[in-house]
């Protein structure tokens, strides 16, 4: 029952596009046709051309390429710049490029007018290449060209069936219509799959979307989906498909400063999570952001730095200042900067921008710096939501990624846009005012899953770069900048009197040591002499009893 299922499914074909094969479950369906609708400009003929260029190139199906509007040199050259050569796609049998020409002037219509020309020619380019695809790109010329509609209408539904008989997966393309969907209400014959593609501008910045109208015979996305045309093709971001499904690694990468990897258990970040630096203006952001790039390019890894506030060139000045010498791995091709305002695109657009340049170049760590400038193209809500998708992405593709912040008070701990439940690692910047100057100050305010320091250490921005100092405390609390050093040089000097003291202690031991050595010298001399003494004394005192008994004795 099951295999019966399958058999009978309705079968896709992918369409090679980013983003759209997977909000359309697999791609369009396979063998009917699709139509994508949209005003002028919103890429329609970029989506029609590139399903075409990815059959024919990644999935081996030549396609033919139906065109009312531009000639076959026109397509070649507006396409040359996504890098499609169809000129050689053609010379491989895997393109067909037809133009036809509508020329109201030159049709004479009668009432036995059909398409049969079109489909004698479409059979020809499809049987001439064996093509499985097929774009009609914009059909709605014939009705400017044609007076009678109600037959072109008849015609149009004979095309479409013919197209679903002959097993064709074929893109239609419309303009907008007022009341309808399309202008000539093409809707009504392409019944399968619609999608929408609009090109809307809001507070002077432009943004294309994407969405599935209608799918028949399949589940499919149902948001707008923002989409970027770039140099090689269209990129649509699925934001509904992006979550919490990311494996995590309990490999480490360090910071790039040595006492704040001590800080972070010894070790520094887990390899594909999320930080978040936050601080006020001056600080030491960008100099801690530009510390992790480093270190990352000294592993040998690329890095991606987005930078909304500051052209590469300027970064690359001001971090030379500290020892971070970011141009010689820009040279290397380790680090790429994409700099711009923030006002350059609306917020879906940064989010497509930056996923599709971290797909492109594969880092193993970004910088975004900083995201408070988005607030100027987004509510917070919209900026935190934006950011969430980013983080998600990121995660996903285990990047280790680096957020600043501008906080908007000295003792701000919550970032304006509300980022830090997404974030795994906080840290946060502060400046403090003692005795008439005002220090850095950094702590740790959160590290998901691993023991971190909850000390707060000064840091100092130095030509070797930045170096975090030990912690003292005074009377009043922790004692920085010229405190601190007036405390470890009153430290010093104190070191320096009581070593001294030990000294003189010393010596004084040593001083009674010989005395006491001397006075027992002294005392066993002197009781040697008092021996020596007595002992005269006892042999006199014996002699002189002996010369008495002997005159004793010769008296008598």
Not at 19 to 26: Q, S
Not at 176 to 194: N, P
Request: aromatic residues 6%.
């Amino acid at each position: 029952m099951a295999n019966s299922l399958q058999e009978v499914a309705l079968q896709k074909t992918p369409t090679g596009i980013v983003g759209l094969d997977e909000i359309t479950f697999g791609g369009l369906p396979r063998g009917r046709p699709t139509l994508v609708v949209g005003n002028a400009g919103s890429g329609k003929t970029m989506l029609a051309m590139e399903f075409i260029v990815r059959g024919a190139t990644q999935y081996d199906e030549p396609g033919v390429f139906v065109a009312f509007e531009e000639t076959q040199r026109d397509l070649r050259e507006n396409f040359a710049a996504c890098g499609w050569d169809l000129e050689a796609l053609q010379d491989q049998n895997k393109l067909y490029i037809d133009y036809v020409y509508i020329e109201r002037s030159e049709i004479e219509e009668t009432g036995a007018y059909d398409l049969e020309g079109l489909f004698i020619r479409l059979n020809h380019a499809i049987e001439r290449i064996g093509a499985k695809r097929l774009v009609l790109d914009t059909i709605e010329v014939l009705f400017s060209g044609l007076q009678n509609q109600s037959i072109l209408r008849a015609e149009l539904r004979r095309l479409f069936r013919w197209i679903k008989d002959k097993g064709i997966t074929a893109i239609v393309t419309g303009e907008r219509g007022d009341t309808m969907l399309t202008r000539y209400g093409l809707e009504e014959y392409v019944a399968d799959c619609v999608i929408l593609l609009d090109h809307r501008v809001m507070d002077q910045i432009g943004t294309r979307r994407l969405r599935i109208q209608k799918y028949r015979g399949s589940t499919h996305g149902t948001n707008e989906y923002p989409f970027l045309i770039h140099d090689e093709g269209i990129f649509v971001l699925p934001i509904s498909s992006i979550g919490l499904r990311h494996d995590v690694t309990t490999e480490r990468v360090s910071t790039g400063i040595p006492c704040l990897d001590e800080m972070l258990g010894g070790e520094g970040f887990y390899r594909g999570s999320s930080i978040l630096v936050t601080g006020t203006a001056g600080t030491g952001k960008s100099s801690i952001a530009a510390s992790f790039v480093e270190a990352a390019c000294e592993r040998g890894e690329k890095a991606l730095y987005f930078a909304f506030e500051e052209s590469p060139q300027q970064i690359t000045r001001n971090m030379a200042s500290i020892g971070l010498h970011l141009d010689h791995w820009v040279k290397e091709g380790l680090l790429e900067f994409r700099a711009g305002r923030p006002t350059q695109y609306g917020l879906e657009m940064h989010l497509a921008t930056m996923i599709a340049a971290v797909r492109k170049i594969g880092p193993a760590v970004v910088v975004v710096d900083p995201i408070s400038n988005l607030t100027s193209v987004g509510q917070p809500s919209e900026v935190r939501a934006m950011l969430g998708r980013v983080v998600d992405f990121l995660k996903t593709n285990h990047v280790t990624a680096m957020f600043t912040q501008l906080t908007g008070g000295e003792t701000a701990l919550e970032s304006e846009s509300s980022v830090s439940s997404l974030m795994d690692t906080w840290i946060s910047l502060r400046t403090f005012e003692t005795r008439g100057e005002r220090v850095r100050g950094l702590y740790v305010l959160k590290s998901r899953g691993m023991a971190h320091s909850n000390q707060i250490r000064e840091f100092l921005l130095t030509n070797d770069g930045i170096k975090l100092t030990d912690v003292r405390f005074g009377p009043q609390g922790i004692l920085t900048g010229a405190a601190r050093e007036l405390q470890k040089a009153d430290a010093a000097r104190q070191q320096e009197t009581d070593s001294r003291l030990r000294e003189l202690e010393r010596k004084r031991e040593l001083l009674d040591a010989r005395i006491s050595a001397m006075q027992a010298e002294f005392e066993a001399e002197q009781e040697a002499v008092k021996r020596a003494i007595a002992e005269d004394e006892a042999r006199d005192a014996a002699a002189r009893q002996g010369t008495a008994a002997t005159e004793g004795t010769g008296e008598a």
